[in-house]
């Protein structure tokens, strides 16, 4: 029952240091998603795939890049670290949203809570 | 623009009562679907409940029913016989805006109400 798995947990950087997250989501979903979280301003879109090979931007995408080279995995960038992203960020991934009015429940990843110091 | 509004920032609730927390969207779709997610002080995101906009019925799901008032535009949670285990952040999240014959799926969340069980 793994669902939906975020590495690492926590992970502390120097400003302008780069990391990569990695999310890896084994129920064979075709969209990924990543999502960031800041005290009060509830979860905020980054970055989303619709499919392998595929990135589109959400709402708050600069400084970030990702890439979705294979359908489980989908990888969220930091070239160069900065203070302001420090937070909580969380993966998640659903079913194609061909239906408009389907469920599509999005499926979390436990978080990866990140300093930048 | 869509948006998610939850204007209570906490609530308190004593064990075995029902609460209600509150949750207005804005958007000019007719189509779109709205759930309730609970992040536990663990952090991670767990699924409550869905409702979609052409849902005649509130959907309910165990102890959790969402009081949906489309005129209202309003997507109120309620939790009955509230339990110790209860105690969370609550988001109410929409889905954003279908284009016809396809859907990126994209949520917007609310900013969440702490939800505070008293024995």
């Known amino acids: 029952n793994a669902g939906v798995t975020q590495t690492p947990k926590f992970r502390v950087l120097k400003t302008g240091q780069s990391m990569t997250l990695l999310c890896a989501q084994d129920m064979n979903h075709e969209y990924m998603y990543w999502y960031r979280q800041d005290p009060g301003m509830g979860l905020r879109l980054i970055h989303y795939s619709v499919g392998e090979g595929t990135t589109a931007k959400g709402e708050v995408p600069d400084g970030y890049n990702v890439s979705r080279l294979k359908k489980q995995n989908f990888l969220l960038g930091l070239e160069s670290a900065a203070p302001s992203q420090t937070s909580v960020y969380f993966c998640?991934?659903?079913?194609?949203?061909?239906?408009?009015?389907?469920?599509?429940?999005?499926?979390f990843g436990a978080g990866t809570r990140l300093s930048v110091l | 623009a869509q948006k998610i509004t939850q204007t209570q920032p906490g609530m308190f609730v004593q064990e075995k009562e029902a609460v209600t927390l509150d949750c207005t969207y804005d958007t000019s779709d007719q189509s779109y679907g709205l759930f309730w997610y609970k992040q536990p002080s663990s952090g991670e995101m767990i699924f409550l409940i869905y409702?979609?906009?052409?849902?005649?019925q509130n959907a309910t799901e165990g102890r959790y029913s969402l009081n949906f008032q489309k005129a209202r535009k309003s997507a109120n949670l309620v939790i009955s016989a509230s339990q110790l285990g209860d105690s969370a952040m609550y988001f109410c999240?929409?889905?954003?805006?279908?284009?016809?014959?396809?859907?990126?799926?994209?949520?917007?969340f609310g900013t969440g109400t702490l939800l505070a069980v008293q024995p």
């Open positions: 999240a929409m889905r954003e805006g279908v284009i016809y014959g396809g859907a990126t799926n994209k949520l917007i």
């Open positions: 409702q979609g906009s052409y849902d005649e």
């Open positions: 998640a991934s659903s079913y194609e949203g061909g239906q408009p009015l389907a469920k599509n429940i999005q499926y």
